[in-house]
Structures are given as structure tokens and as C-alpha cells.
């Protein structure tokens, strides 16, 4: 149904202007995503007169409506849709619908759940999201979570809330693990949360790109010597690059023998727990101090859900919790958190609705079959990719990512150079949209699949993209497998 056109809508909507305004933007939106998988992958043409238009100061008396919908919709064409179904670059965010419509609901209702009393039972379904998420990790009852807006605000706060159990007020010689290939987030949390920049250490890793524990307890131990005062752990269960997952029980038992807390950055990897294979190489997690989810990711949610979950809830709650006689009238319910004590925010969204809504609708075994048919997708494009002349697949992905780059054998005078070649054409498709990265010195490119839109028809025109490329970039002189 298209919204009457009129201008300047009250403030105070009646019954029939909420419909047809939400019913202009579900209109909208049905479109959109009837039209993702035939929409190229990347837009860039014509940028000009839209941000000219996005750019305008609000008008005294409003517009119409259509018209702001026709600007919104044209602009999200542009740029690359991250969670189309061709777009296999950094970590896709598939974004359900189902999600969308949930949180158009929490904003309209616009309740308080900072303060579990404002809005008991809404505070009540967030909580319950987050039992959830501690309960595939086997995180017992006191542990306490919050959902945040990302993985990055995540590790922040796992960050605050473990330098503040294990260092008090003073940083000084304060020192962080982290392999080389975990998230960046890590160190910019570290920063963020006052530690200098030498308080970050990175830990080598082996050959397939896991944290080397043995190098870890050395670090630890130099450390140590010297003085400093190491604090904190972090392993990764998924890493960016290629989806590498650290060897958890080994980092967790030096990380008890050395008085370290522990975080795990599951970000990526978090929710394949959910698949019985992803349980299954995912084992360690459970013995974290905190871990950080990320619902944007592999809860297929729209940006701007992440989680922290930590085991000792009482050390999150310490680390963040504030007196304020502004706030004296609002009692502790008991039983329901009050999230403003677990995070930095005090006022904050409704989180909870745009993840329970969607799992509580399709159910837990909808999202399961996503995440096994990206595991499945993975290992087809790691077979096939290691097919085609020119380039190599060093690494069998464990979660979704897949690394490939040019060969040095390839007859190319400069593969990593190529392999940048390679990723411009591939994308010029416009039908598949991948990432590169830099792994141990060597160009690589990127094929990542967490994408609920995404089947094995695309992968296979994704591949034969890939393989038309790489033959058009290193020719005949490509003859090695
Ligand atoms: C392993 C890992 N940690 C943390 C992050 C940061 O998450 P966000 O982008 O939600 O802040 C990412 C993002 O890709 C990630 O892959």
C-alpha cells in the first residue's frame, strides 16, 4: 500500500498514518529484497547528485514521503550489499528481514531497558537471549552478559571488566596477548581502555595461522621476569582472515598456570557452535573468563548486535557499575540484570527483541542450517579453488573463510601483485564481491560465507569467476595446479 503523499506528518500519528507509514517502508523493503539477487554486487556510478540529496537540510515543512523513501532506497543500492548474495568479502552481515521487523517494534515501543525495572519482562527477553548464548558455551549461572552494538565494544568491555578484576587502578607494565592474526579490535580496545601501546603482545602462529601456545607461555614468562605484569589472554575462535581457530585448551591451561584471564573473541566463529562440526572444533571456548559473540555476524542479524558474555558476572557488573542519586528511585528487581550496570551505556536500545523475535519465529534448527550450508559452501570453494591453475589454497577452512592467492610458480613476475589484479577483475563481475588480506607477506584474497541468501548456484558462478580471472591474469603461463 503506498502512503497517501503528504507533507508534513504530525508528530502524533493516528492508527491509519502508522500503517500506511510502515506499510511505505515494508513496501519498500519487500522490493529490496526481492531484487538483492539480481542487484550488482557494487554501485558506484552516479554518487554525485545522491549525496548532494542525502546532504540537504531538513526542510521547515516536511516532504513527501515517497520522495525521502525514493532517496533512502536509491542510495542503499550504492556502495556493495553486504549481505547479498555474491558478497563473500570481510565477515558478510546477512541481516534477516525477520530481525528488521523486530527492531522497528523495540524502537516504536521505545522502552528503558538500561534498568530492568523500566521494562521488566522487555529486560527479561534480552536476558534471556544472553542465557542462551552463555548456555552454548556452557558458561554457569552467574555468569552475566549484555548484547552491545559489536564485537569491537565487546572486547572493550571484556577488556575493561579483566583490567579492572586483575590490575585495579594501576596499569602500570600491564601486558595483553593477542596472536598476530586476531582482530584489531583487540589492541584499539586495549587502547581504549588506557593501556599504553606496549601493552599488547603478539603472539606468533603456526603454520595453520593458530595462536602457538608454546611462544604464549614464553612471552608470558619473559614478561614476567622483566618485571610487567601480564593480565590478560586473548585467544580467537575464528579468526578474520581465514576462519583459524587457536588451540583453546592449551592457551586456557597457561592462562591458569600463569594467573591470566582469558577472553575468547568468537566474534565470527561463536555461532557455529550451533553445528554439530562447529561444536566440535570450536571445544576450549567453555573456559573462558569472557567471550565476545557477535549476532551481526553469525546470527545473521542486522549490524549493530554484539555480546559479551562473562563468566564471573559479578566482575562485569563491578567493572562498570556507577552510584548516581539521580537514579535512586529505581530499584533492583533481582532476577532480571539491570544492563546499565554492565556496560557503558546508560541509556541504550532494546537490543534484545531483534535477536529473540527472529529465534523465537523460525527456530534455533533455521539458523543451524545456514551456518552447516556455509560450512559446506566453504569446503566446495577450498576443493575447487585448489583446481584451478595459478592458485593456491593453503589453508582448509574450519569455519567459512577461505584464503587463495597467486602462486610464486604462477609465471608472473610479481604474484602478489597479480593477485591484486585478480581481485579487480573478479569484482568487476559484479556478480561476487570478495576482500583481499595480507598473510605471512603474501597478497591473498578472501572468500567468506556467512550470507543466508547465499547457495551453492552462486558459489559455483563465484568460482567460474574466479577461474575466468585467474586465467585471463596469468594466462597460459599458469600451467601448475
Ligand atoms: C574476530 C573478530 N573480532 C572482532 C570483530 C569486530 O566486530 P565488529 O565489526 O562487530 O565491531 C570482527 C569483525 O569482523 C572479527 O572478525
Redesign the pocket.
Known amino acids: 500500500m503506498a502512503a497517501p503523499d503528504r507533507r508534513g506528518w504530525p508528530l502524533e500519528l493516528g492508527p491509519a498514518d502508522i500503517e500506511a507509514l510502515a506499510g511505505a517502508v515494508a513496501a519498500r523493503l519487500a522490493a529490496f529484497e526481492a531484487g538483492r539477487a539480481e542487484a550488482p554486487t557494487t554501485d558506484m556510478e552516479g554518487l554525485g547528485p545522491l549525496l548532494a540529496a542525502a546532504a540537504a537540510p531538513p526542510p521547515e515543512a516536511g516532504r513527501p514521503l515517497e520522495d525521502l523513501l525514493d532517496l533512502v532506497m536509491a542510495g542503499a543500492a550504492k556502495g556493495f550489499d553486504t549481505g547479498g548474495p555474491g558478497f563473500m568479502a570481510?565477515?558478510p552481515s546477512g541481516g534477516i528481514v525477520s530481525s528488521a521487523v523486530a527492531e522497528m517494534l523495540a524502537l516504536g515501543l521505545n522502552r528503558y531497558t538500561g534498568i530492568a525495572a523500566a521494562a521488566p519482562v522487555l529486560a527479561g527477553i534480552e536476558a534471556g537471549v544472553i542465557d542462551w548464548c552463555a548456555g552454548l558455551f556452557g558458561l554457569p549461572g552467574p555468569s552475566r552478559g549484555v548484547l552491545v552494538?559489536?564485537?569491537?565494544?565487546?572486547?572493550l568491555t571484556a577488556t575493561v571488566t579483566a583490567r579492572t578484576r586483575r590490575l585495579g587502578d594501576d596499569l602500570a607494565g600491564a601486558r595483553l596477548y593477542v596472536s598476530a592474526q586476531?582482530?584489531h579490535?583487540?589492541a584499539k580496545a586495549a587502547r581504549v581502555a588506557g593501556l599504553p601501546r606496549d601493552a599488547v603482545r603478539l603472539v606468533p602462529v603456526d603454520r595453520a595461522l593458530r595462536m602457538d601456545p608454546d611462544a604464549l607461555a614464553a612471552m608470558v614468562a619473559e614478561d614476567r621476569r622483566a618485571g610487567l605484569r601480564p593480565f590478560m589472554a586473548v585467544g580467537?575462535?575464528?579468526?578474520?582472515n581465514t576462519g583459524a581457530l587457536d588451540p583453546l585448551p592449551e592457551i586456557a591451561a597457561i592462562c591458569r598456570g600463569a594467573g591470566l584471564w582469558l577472553h575468547v573473541?568468537?566474534?565470527?566463529?561463536g555461532f557455529f557452535r550451533l553445528t554439530e562440526r562447529g561444536r566440535a572444533r570450536t571445544g576450549g571456548v567453555e573456559a573462558a573468563d569472557s567471550i565476545?559473540l557477535?549476532p551481526?555476524?553469525g546470527l545473521l542479524l542486522p549490524?549493530g548486535t554484539?555480546c559479551v558474555l562473562v563468566r564471573d558476572g559479578d566482575a562485569l557488573r563491578d567493572a562498570h557499575r556507577m552510584d548516581a542519586t539521580y537514579l535512586q528511585d529505581l530499584t533492583d528487581l533481582g532476577g532480571v540484570p539491570d544492563f546499565a550496570d554492565h556496560s557503558a551505556e546508560l541509556s541504550r536500545e532494546f537490543r534484545g527483541l531483534r535477536a529473540w523475535l527472529p529465534l523465537h519465529l523460525h527456530g534455533v534448527a533455521a539458523f543451524r542450517a545456514v551456518l552447516d550450508e556455509s560450512l559446506d559452501l566453504a569446503g566446495h570453494v577450498h576443493d575447487a579453488l585448489a583446481q584451478v591453475p595459478g592458485l593456491e589454497v593453503p589453508w582448509r577452512p574450519e569455519l567459512s573463510a577461505v584464503g587463495f592467492r597467486v602462486r610464486t610458480d604462477a609465471g608472473v613476475a610479481d604474484p602478489d601483485a597479480a593477485g591484486a589484479r585478480l581481485l579487480a577483475r573478479i569484482n568487476a563481475s559484479r556478480r561476487v564481491f570478495l576482500s583481499s588480506t595480507v598473510i605471512g607477506g603474501r597478497y591473498t584474497l578472501r572468500v567468506c560465507l556467512l550470507v543466508h541468501r547465499t547457495h551453492r548456484d552462486r558459489v559455483d558462478e563465484a568460482v567460474g569467476i574466479i577461474r575466468d580471472a585467474a586465467r585471463a591474469e596469468l594466462g597460459a603461463r599458469a600451467g601448475v595446479g
Open positions: 570481510y565477515v552494538s559489536g564485537g569491537s565494544i565487546a572486547n586476531g582482530h579490535s583487540v580467537t575462535c575464528g579468526t578474520t573473541d568468537a566474534a565470527y566463529g565476545t557477535d551481526h555476524k549490524y554484539g
